[in-house]
């Protein structure tokens, strides 16, 4: 079953509008999970990680008074893309690692937003 | 350059083929290496993980020459359902940060 799950799916909104998707981590705690956005036909990239209890940190370029991340637990990281345009649309997925060296990374099952 | 690099494909191959697919990378601190696999529209899911020099599951084996800075994946006797993109991925920043590739589209056909 899923370790992380993603919601919604899949979401359409209209531009100006604000939409938020939540990540859990099921049957663990985690104090970091990570946001990705993937356009068609290229690879995933690190929007900003989601520090339990504290301030994202967000790559080069990424706003973040745009992209709002609350990681407001140890199981439930949020991220709101506020006044969406169409050229914020795109596959979003969050992912989140257990506790301990190298273990691998599990993703939720993301997010495609389409902003019309 | 790209921390974490692969040939974008596709890569056709008939059923039952072998094929193999390089990935090169920058930081010679990265820890650790994951081989995920994409479908098309959905979320990456784990293949292999790559630790010391090699793993090997069934017809899936991958290896790490940590002196050539590469990784390489190695599918035997293609399945239809192996179609799908591979992504190499590099865990780096004291173990806190994943580096993905741009990923090989793998197309195996009848």
Not at chain 1, 6 to 30: M, N, W, Y
Not at chain 1, 55 to 80: P, R, W
Not at chain 2, 87 to 95: E, H, R
């Amino acid at each position: 079953g899923a370790v992380v799950s993603q919601h919604p799916s899949r979401v359409i909104c209209k531009s100006g509008t604000s939409v938020k998707i939540e990540c859990r981590s099921l049957d663990f705690q985690a104090t970091t999970m990570f946001w990705y956005r993937q356009f068609p036909k290229q690879s995933l990239m690190l929007m900003a990680t989601s520090n339990e209890g504290s301030k994202a940190t967000y790559e080069q370029g990424v706003e973040k008074d745009k992209f709002l991340i609350n990681h407001a637990s140890l199981t439930l990281s949020t991220l709101t893309v506020t006044s969406a345009h169409p050229e914020d649309s795109s596959f979003y997925i969050c992912s989140a690692r257990r506790e301990g060296i190298n273990t691998e990374a599990f993703f939720g099952q993301g997010t495609r937003l389409t902003v019309v | 350059r790209k921390e974490v690099e692969q040939d974008p494909g596709p890569f056709n191959v008939p059923e039952g083929a072998t094929v193999a697919f390089n990935c090169t990378y920058s930081n010679s601190a990265s820890q650790s290496f994951f081989w995920y696999r994409q479908d098309c529209r959905k979320e990456p899911k784990l293949l292999m993980s790559v630790y010391s020099s090699g793993n090997e599951d069934g017809r899936f084996t991958a290896q790490l020459n940590r002196a050539s800075q590469y990784i390489s994946l190695l599918i035997r006797d293609s399945k239809l359902s192996d179609s799908a993109t591979y992504l190499c991925v590099g865990l780096t920043g004291g173990g806190n940060k994943l580096t993905f590739g741009t990923g090989t589209q793998l197309k195996v056909e009848l």
